[in-house]
């Protein structure tokens, strides 16, 4: 079964998953509430359980 993304709710396939806050993501999903810039596993930080830029 495959999980649904934290943000749009569809379901993510695992080419297209991201698993980061305990959550599953779309990389097109993961990206940070406030710039919305493209986020990845390494340059990410969470903060209440969504995901933001270091800026
Ligand atoms: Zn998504
Ligand atoms: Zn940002």
Redesign the pocket.
């Known amino acids: 079964m495959n999980p649904q ?6 379901v ?1 396939y695992p080419t297209e998953k991201v698993n980061c806050l305990d959550k599953y ?2 990389k ?2 993961f990206h940070c509430e406030v710039c919305k810039m493209a986020l990845n596993m390494n340059n990410y930080k969470g903060y209440e359980k969504k995901p933001y830029c270091n800026a």
Do not use: I, M, P
């Not at 993304?5 to 569809?10: L, Q, Y």
């Open positions: 993304c934290a943000r749009c709710g569809k993510v993501w779309h097109g999903c």
